[in-house]
Nanobody
């Protein structure tokens, strides 16, 4: 069973940066695709960015392209989301999700392992 734990959220001013981390543990973290989702109050959970299990396919939501960067360190079993030029509309709980041998992508359903989330708040 794989577990993922997010960290790195916090309060930042608009234009600032944060780096979220998703650390995986359990069986074979190496073979999983990972994605970041976010959920703001009153809104549906949406995909932000993903990276395939092989690391050869990366996706971003249009709203974060050019500002967010996903990466993974397989030696540390950790996936990062570098968030630059943050905007108030980026405020949400950010979740890490994983899918065994997944191709990546921003749809919710394929991911069957989820973390508890980390709060990101961007003040104007």
């Amino acid at each position: 069973q794989l577990q993922v734990v997010e960290s790195g959220g916090g309060l930042v001013q608009a234009g600032g940066s944060l780096r979220l981390s998703c650390t995986a543990s359990g069986v074979t973290p190496y073979y999983y695709a990972y994605a970041w989702f976010r959920e703001a109050p009153g809104k549906e959970r949406e995909g932000v960015s993903s990276i395939s299990s092989r690391g050869d396919a990366i996706s971003y939501a249009d709203s974060v392209k050019g500002r967010f960067t996903i990466s993974r360190d397989k030696d540390k079993n950790t996936v990062y989301l570098q968030m630059n030029n943050l905007k108030p509309e980026d405020s949400a709980v950010y979740y890490c999700a994983a899918e065994y041998l997944g191709p990546g992508g921003l749809a919710i359903q394929p991911y069957d392992t989820w973390g508890q989330g980390t709060q990101v708040t961007v003040s104007s």
